[in-house]
């Protein structure tokens, strides 16, 4: 019976002595100890909720009233995102590994977390109007994601080191930087640049040509920003109905969506 009190007192002051001892809730989540409860949020709020987030975009990259917020950036910010999706699947699966693995993965997830909570800030104002429709929800998630990446780069970077050199994690640091920024840059603008040619050689070409470049854009059409506004502009100027079907049904290849629709909204 003593040892059982005793051992009961053990715990009583283990638990008490707990918080005091740096195991707050915060430095458990960067801690190298990994949970299965944290390894559940990661899954669900790194990979299942941005993806949710971009098929269910009520105002950002689609829809909107009188139009996305940020159509402009829809490239970079998909780009980016599939990047940042990649870079958390593979370190979840292998963790820590070689070095430079370690830096590039810490590197590029950091910068996702940034990335993520710059996002969320500059989507507050309307994801707290969006609460009383009831999608406000998800302006909050790139909070919770930010989170997930930072953790997760932290923990990549607190790796262990064969070189402890401080300009070989420099360099390592900067291509990884190079990297994550640079590469959906790169890959935007030519995407960019392969969409506006299709685009004119639609507006201005004859039938074939115009339906070929419409079906050349289908694996793009994620893509398709304000790129598409040009096809809009040339349907409202054109008084030839054969001309106006045929862009009507190129926008509605490019973009899954009645053009006719899209101007009834960008004018209410």
């Known amino acids: 019976m003593r040892t059982m009190m005793g ?30 409860s ?4 990661d899954l669900v709020f790194g990979i299942i909720g ?8 009520p105002i950002v990259f689609r829809g909107g009233f009188g139009g996305p917020l940020a159509a402009e950036y829809k490239s970079y910010v998909y780009l980016f995102s599939g990047l940042q999706l990649t870079l958390l699947s593979f370190w979840l699966l292998a963790r820590s590994g070689f070095q430079f693995w370690n830096e590039l993965a810490g590197t590029g997830l950091f910068l996702g977390g940034l990335f993520c909570f710059v996002v ?5 104002p309307f994801s707290l109007m969006g609460l009383i429709l009831g999608i406000g929800i998800f302006g909050f998630t790139p909070f919770l994601t930010g989170i997930v990446y930072a953790r997760n780069g932290v923990r990549a970077l607190r790796s262990p080191r064969t070189d402890t050199s401080i300009s070989t ?10 990297f994550v920024i640079g590469a959906p840059l790169l890959l935007g603008f030519v995407i960019h640049l392969a969409v506006e040619n299709s685009v004119d050689e639609i507006i201005n070409g004859d039938v074939p040509h115009a339906s070929t470049a419409a079906q050349r854009m289908w694996p793009l059409k994620y893509f398709v920003g ?18 106006k ?10 973009t899954g969506e009645d053009i006719d629709e899209h101007i009834r909204i960008m004018h209410d």
């Open 7 to 36: 051992s009961l007192n053990f715990i009583e002051r283990d638990s008490i002595l707990r918080p005091v001892t740096g195991t707050g809730f915060w430095r458990r989540q960067f801690a190298a100890e990994v949970t299965t």
């Open 38 to 41: 944290q390894l559940g949020f």
């Open 50 to 57: 941005p993806i949710m987030c971009f098929v269910f975009d």
């Open 120 to 124: 969320g800030v500059v989507l507050l």
């Open 169 to 178: 994690r420099a360099m390592i640091v900067s291509l990884g930087s190079l």
């Open 226 to 243: 304000i790129e598409s506004n040009k096809i809009v502009t040339a349907y409202e100027q054109t008084s030839d109905p054969a001309r």
């Open 245 to 254: 079907q045929l862009l009507k049904s190129c926008y509605q290849e490019i």
